[in-house]
């Protein structure tokens, strides 16, 4: 297997005459993340649970660190952090039982035990909640020590099913703060988003999939060039404050952009017509309009990507 | 590459056993802090001090003529009667629970086989009935003793009691084969419920009393072994009459042997365990 951390082989999943996924072939190595991108129901849950041996393929093989996650399960999941879907948690339990059984499970030494829980918690900032039943708690708190959980003990390999789901806006940016310190302290992490946003922000590669199909995998250059041939014509523009309506529809004014499109209420990407000298004049009309811009830079283009390429398929 | 220590092989995962017990420890944390727990302690003490309260009031005879008769009289009806209910209220959704409220979601993704998570549970099951049963118990002694001082412990209440630990494993190995089952905890609860107080009765019934057949392959016959000890004598295999003299119609009551008994309940608490852990194995998380 050579030093592959993930190898998946011919991967299919059918329900009955359904095929959930189909002849998935994927290989990941090295330390960095990899994000899992594709519409509803295109199979990346599925994907994930036979990784983790929660559903089993019709067909094919997965290998972590090169052994058979279908018939060592325990073995090959020994330095695996998982996070799949929205688990739920013994509700009579605190937080600091929950994840003493993770630990206890995972192996952790005992006199360990609580210095890495204590690690864990501090970064999801759930440190003031130790000795509270998690039936009691939101659910994006649930989805914190749920992360938690999925880190404790520094698993070498890390699979999140869209692990910022639930979490306040100052969540998912701590999660991905996480997510970023891992991959530099030498973790694959693989992990499926719909935010594009955050998928071009923390990951280098991105895998793409729809119908149970692999449609791309590569870095995210590689696959956006792939998918989406006008890539450096498109600037992500960030605003001070919020937009408002009339503010975008006087830069969509501007001759020489060609389309405008929201990504949040602070950010826009803007498709621009023509050669540099063309797109040094765009922007500096639209500093001129006053406001509020703060900064441009060129878009990774994946959002375009995104939609170029599962608008070709479906 | 940077000049980081090695620290190798982090964390060895336990093996099997160790797992199994740190399900047991939590599962067993669960189950005290439970609602379920509580009232089901409450339940057997409310039985046990009725039943001391009819004694002591109105000193029935089939109660007070023998230690044997008492134990006869006390324990066969509501000992089973609280095992059968100990093992629903701790088994019946143990593995469908797991789906259905998706805290299998929190396990079954780390390094530990589906069969510790279920051996584990199970143990922890097992332990709560086993303290209710054992509370239960404590008044029964506790009665026989003051109605019949030293001679208040006859032996076959000693093998009465170790029939009925062994009939607490096998109800909970079917209560948790009916939970592995389905994923839906309340179908797995209600399936093993009609099962244990009404289906098995009416099968017995159809089978022994009317068809002749002796009916060991139903789990409360087996369980009847507990109060058949405490008859002396021990009651005959099975005794035939018939409705009306020289009619056609007759009925069988079969009595199961301390043996048959033995057999009947090991086998169920093997081959429920056995088929349980099999499926737990094969289902799917969606
Ligand atoms: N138990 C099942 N029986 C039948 N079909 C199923 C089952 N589980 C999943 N599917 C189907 O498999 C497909 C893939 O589902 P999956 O959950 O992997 O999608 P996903 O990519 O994670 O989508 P989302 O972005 O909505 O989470 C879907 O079409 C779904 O309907
Ligand atoms: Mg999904």
Redesign the pocket.
């Known amino acids: 297997m050579d030093n592959y951390s993930i190898v998946v082989q011919n991967l299919s999943k059918e329900?009955?005459s359904?095929s959930?996924?189909s002849n998935l072939n994927l290989k990941m190595q090295g330390s960095k993340c990899v994000g899992f991108l594709?519409?509803?129901?295109?199979?990346?849950?599925?994907?994930l649970?036979i990784f983790t041996d929660m559903i089993k393929p019709s067909k094919g093989h997965i290998f972590i660190n090169g052994i058979d996650v279908n018939r060592e399960k325990k073995k090959a999941l020994k330095s695996v952090g998982v996070l799949i879907e929205t688990p739920e948690i013994y509700p009579s339990l605190t937080e600091r039982e929950a994840l003493s059984m993770i630990g206890q499970i995972k192996g952790i030494p005992k006199h360990d035990l609580d210095s890495s829980i204590k690690k864990v918690v501090e970064k999801v900032k759930m440190e003031d909640w130790l000795d509270k039943k998690v039936g009691k708690m939101s659910k994006g708190m649930k989805q914190r020590i749920n992360i938690a959980a999925a880190i404790l003990g520094d698993p070498d390999i890390i699979l999140l099913?869209?692990p910022t789901s639930g979490l306040d806006p100052r969540g998912m940016s701590e999660v991905r703060d996480i997510i970023k310190e891992l991959k530099n302290e030498n973790h694959l992490i693989f992990m499926?988003s719909?935010i594009l946003s955050e998928v071009s922000d923390i990951c280098e590669e991105v895998a793409m999939?729809n119908h149970?199909k692999l449609l791309a995998y590569g870095k995210i250059s590689d696959v956006v060039s792939k998918f989406y041939v006008e890539k450096e014509n498109v600037v992500e523009l960030s605003f001070v404050s919020d937009l408002r309506q009339s503010s975008i529809k006087a830069i969509s004014k501007i001759t020489g952009v060609k389309k405008v499109d929201t990504i949040d209420d602070k950010r826009l990407n803007i498709t621009i017509e023509g050669d540099q000298k063309k797109q040094a004049e765009v922007l500096s009309s639209i500093v001129k309009l006053n406001v509020g811009l703060i900064s441009f830079k060129p878009s990774s283009g994946l959002e375009e990507a995104y939609l170029s390429a599962f608008k070709e398929v479906t | 590459m940077k000049g980081e220590i090695d620290f190798g092989d982090k964390n060895t995962v336990p093996n099997d056993f160790i797992q199994t017990l740190v399900m047991t420890k939590y599962a067993s944390l669960d189950y005290l802090r439970s609602r379920r727990f509580f009232i089901l302690l409450i339940i057997s003490v409310l039985i046990g001090i009725l039943l001391t309260g009819i004694v002591a009031y109105f000193r029935p005879a089939s109660f007070l003529t023998s230690s044997l008769s008492f134990y006869s009289s006390w324990w066969s009806m509501s000992v089973t009667f609280i095992i059968i209910l100990s093992a629903v209220f701790f088994g019946g959704d143990a593995i469908s629970g797991e789906f259905q409220n998706k805290t299998g979601y929190f396990l079954v993704g780390n390094p530990i086989k589906r069969s510790s998570i279920y051996i584990g549970k199970f143990l922890a099951a097992f332990l709560f009935s086993l303290i209710i049963f054992l509370v239960f118990t404590a008044i029964t002694v506790g009665n026989g003793v003051y109605y019949f001082h030293s001679s208040g412990f006859p032996y076959q209440f000693f093998e009465s009691f170790l029939l009925s630990i062994l009939y607490i494993a096998a109800a909970m190995g079917l209560t948790f084969f009916f939970s592995s089952l389905f994923k839906n905890s309340t179908t797995s609860i209600i399936i093993t419920v009609i099962l244990l107080l009404f289906v098995f009765s009416l099968l017995q019934t159809l089978v022994g009393t009317l068809a002749h057949i002796q009916p060991w392959f139903i789990l409360t016959y087996g369980a009847q072994a507990i109060s058949n000890v405490l008859s002396n004598p021990y009651p005959p295999a099975v005794v035939s009459a018939s409705i009306a003299p020289h009619a056609a119609f007759s009925i069988s009551s079969y009595y199961v042997r301390l043996g048959e008994g033995v057999i009947i309940m090991l086998g169920y608490f093997i081959i429920t365990t056995i088929a349980g852990l099999f499926i737990f194995e094969k289902k799917?998380f969606?």
């Not at chain 1, 594709?38 to 994907?47: L, Q, S, V």
């Open positions: 329900y009955g359904f959930a996924l594709g519409p509803n129901g295109a199979g990346k849950t599925t994907t649970k099913d869209e499926s719909h999939i149970g | 799917e969606n």
